[in-house]
């Protein structure tokens, strides 16, 4: 007897559990639904068990992302949290990739650029990690430091020749446990995006999930830091990066909206859970909209502590590496579509190796999809390390946006 008594142990608790979800959520605001559901995701396994011996295994898409037995029970009696299907599967994907690992080192170890001259260097990558959020307002572009002018930086943009490039120079970091890709064969097939006419509409969303944060203060580069490495000032973090693709972008005639929303603070837990929703209103008020490009920068750090860059010089330049990172559903989330997003993001890598055979870190194949099913154009772009500084950065942006801009034009209907 002490195995069913174990599990209606178990039962009862665990209904009880549920009980208080229905109750906070009843009562309080959502933040403490979350909170509460947040708590009680860890112990799922015996509610699984249970019902599981009661009324044998059911499909439940809730199920790949962690939400069963009385947990799920609780979210669907919650009009709150049930009204929000996708978002609560966003929040679960993060907590089970985050767990309980400090923002700046959620992702798999890379080794340190062999320029930065160590081999102690552990990369943590500030990683594409619910509650809704409307986008705030854009605000007035910050004055760019590059003062583009249309008709040269647009002529430059195009001499790009991303064909030039060939699969064998490509290369991709896979990390999922299960996913392959075929760099040939997805770069000699069709192109699956297209894009509507710079009139018809906006065809380009930049937005940044962990909008604060910043780079290595130098030079006239000082900021107040939130957190390490991290501002809510506009003018230094990623809203700053952001707004010098918009620029060469629109230099090139492709119509760009900058969504500035700081969705990562004052709570970094729930960033992807916002800015999916984020995302979400602008391609419903946009249709036009076919890239997203969800924009971050990286983090290098050492056993000391200390904040690697990767570096590279172009036309006598210092320059900030960029990283691609393509999400898949490795993760159990849907996102059957995601070799789609891949062969798009090779050719962008194709072009940005075009300009600068350094410029490009690998592609970073990911389990996770970090919002990237909303469109066949997502892509995270990590611009530089929390190590590089503001205007490597920059540099780093500019390039990434004039390759990016012959394969978007290239797209276009």
Not at 125 to 134: A, C, I, L, V
Request: hydrophobic residues 40%; glycine residues 8%; charged residues 25%.
């Amino acid at each position: 007897m002490k195995q069913p008594n174990k599990l209606l142990r178990r039962g009862v608790a665990l209904v009880s559990a549920g009980a208080a979800v229905w109750l906070t959520a009843q009562t309080a605001d959502l933040s403490g639904a979350w909170d509460t559901l947040s708590s009680l995701h860890a112990g799922e396994g015996a509610v699984t068990a249970l019902l599981e011996a009661a009324l044998g295994e059911t499909e439940d898409p809730l199920e790949d992302v962690g939400l069963e037995g009385v947990l799920r029970l609780a979210v669907e009696d919650t009009p709150e949290l049930a009204a929000q299907g996708d978002a609560v599967a966003a929040w679960l994907e993060e907590e089970s990739s985050a767990g309980t690992a400090d923002p700046e080192s959620e992702a798999p170890p890379e080794e340190a650029p062999e320029a930065d001259g160590t081999d102690e260097a552990e990369a943590a990558s500030s990683d594409p990690k619910p509650e809704e959020s409307e986008p705030e307002p854009e605000p007035e572009a910050a004055a760019s430091s590059s003062d583009l002018e249309p008709e040269e930086d647009a002529a430059e943009a195009l001499a790009v020749d991303w064909g030039s490039v060939s699969a064998d120079a490509i290369g991709v970091d896979n990390n999922t446990g299960g996913k392959s890709v075929d760099v040939s064969a997805l770069l000699s097939g069709g192109m699956p995006l297209k894009l509507q006419s710079a009139e018809a509409g906006p065809q380009i969303l930049i937005m940044h999930t962990h909008t604060t944060e910043a780079y290595a203060m130098s030079g006239d580069d000082v900021y107040t830091e939130t957190d390490t490495s991290r501002t809510t000032d506009e003018n230094y973090n990623m809203v700053r990066v952001g707004e010098e693709m918009k620029a060469v972008f629109e230099a090139c005639g492709l119509s760009v909206l900058h969504d500035t929303t700081t969705y990562d603070y004052p709570s970094y837990n729930g960033s992807y859970g916002r800015s999916l929703a984020g995302i979400q209103a602008y391609l419903e008020e946009y249709p036009t909209i076919a890239v997203v490009l969800d924009v971050h920068r990286d983090a290098l750090i050492g056993s000391d502590g200390t904040a690697y860059a990767t570096t590279t010089e172009v036309d006598g330049e210092a320059v900030a590496q960029v990283m691609l990172v393509v999400g898949t559903n490795d993760s159990g989330l849907e996102h059957p579509n995601w070799t789609d997003n891949m062969a798009v993001a090779l050719r962008l890598q194709a072009a940005m190796l075009s300009l600068s055979p350094d410029l490009a870190r690998d592609i970073d194949l990911r389990s996770q999809r970090f919002n990237q099913h909303l469109t066949t154009g997502s892509v995270l772009v990590e611009v530089g390390t929390s190590g590089n500084t503001l205007q490597e950065a920059l540099a780093g942006a500019r390039l990434f946006a004039q390759a990016a801009a012959t394969v978007y034009l290239d797209c276009v209907e």
